[in-house]
Every structure is written in structure tokens, then in C-alpha cells.
């Protein structure tokens, strides 16, 4: 997709601090980052969000999945404890629509769903 932000990441056209790189996954600090440890893990292929992705390649998601949690031990929050949000829609809050998983530690978000 040539107009889509995290495939210029991908391509190396808009600059990212990485923190992972695989043959099929990348992830990245947020430029605006919400916690401490704030990554968003991403499938370098273009999905819009969570349903096309593990409609079209579920093995692909489970990759993005591992490679969150292979971050959140990186990063340090693997004990203290880490959230996983995937916004999938405008109204949830979806706005950039490559879809992503954020990885958000060192700050808690429990009362959210509280
Ligand atoms: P969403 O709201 O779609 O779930 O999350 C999009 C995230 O992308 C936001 O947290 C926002 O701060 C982040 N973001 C937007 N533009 C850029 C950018 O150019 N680089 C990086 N690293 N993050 C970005
Ligand atoms: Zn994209």
C-alpha cells in the first residue's frame, strides 16, 4: 500500500526506532508513546486490522502475537505485567489502518476495564 504509513516504516521511507525485526514481523517505539514501554507490533504485509489478518494468514498473527511477547521480555515488563490493545475501528480508536498490536508497560491501564 503505498499511501500507508507502517508500510513506509516497513520500507524504511519514514524512519522508526525498531525494537524487533523478523523476516515477517516488525515493531517499533510509538512516536507518541502513552507508558513507558509503549511498542506497536506490526505484520510488514498490509492488513487493515485484526479480522483480515487472521482471516488471511492466522499463522502470520500468531507470529505477530509471539513477537509481542518476546518484547514485553526485552523490554523488561514480562514479570511487572504488560497490555496488549489491538483498536480495530475508527470508534475504538483505530487510526492508522495497518493493523497493529500496541505493547504497553511499566504504567498500569487496569482501571480501564475496571
Ligand atoms: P491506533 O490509534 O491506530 O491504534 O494507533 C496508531 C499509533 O501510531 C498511535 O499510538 C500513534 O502515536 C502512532 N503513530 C502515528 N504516527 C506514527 C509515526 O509516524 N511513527 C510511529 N512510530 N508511530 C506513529
Ligand atoms: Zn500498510
Not at 513506509?8 to 510509538?30: C, M, N
Not at 509481542?68 to 496488549?84: D, K
Not at 470508534?91 to 497493529?100: C, D, L, N, R, S
Request: hydrophobic share 45%.
Amino acid at each position: 500500500m503505498t499511501d500507508c504509513l507502517f508500510c513506509k516504516i516497513v520500507a524504511g521511507d519514514v524512519p522508526s526506532t525498531k525494537v524487533l525485526e523478523t523476516e515477517h514481523v516488525l515493531a517499533f517505539r510509538d512516536i507518541q508513546p502513552k507508558a513507558p514501554t509503549h511498542v506497536l507490533v506490526i505484520p510488514k504485509t498490509h492488513y487493515a486490522n485484526i479480522a483480515e489478518l487472521t482471516a488471511a494468514d492466522p499463522a502470520l498473527a500468531g507470529e505477530v502475537l509471539a513477537a509481542a511477547a518476546g518484547i514485553a521480555e526485552s523490554e523488561g515488563i514480562a514479570e511487572t505485567g504488560w497490555n496488549l490493545l489491538g483498536n480495530t475501528g475508527a470508534e475504538a480508536g483505530q487510526t492508522i489502518f495497518h493493523v497493529h498490536f500496541h505493547v504497553l508497560g511499566g504504567k498500569s491501564f487496569e482501571p480501564l476495564l475496571a
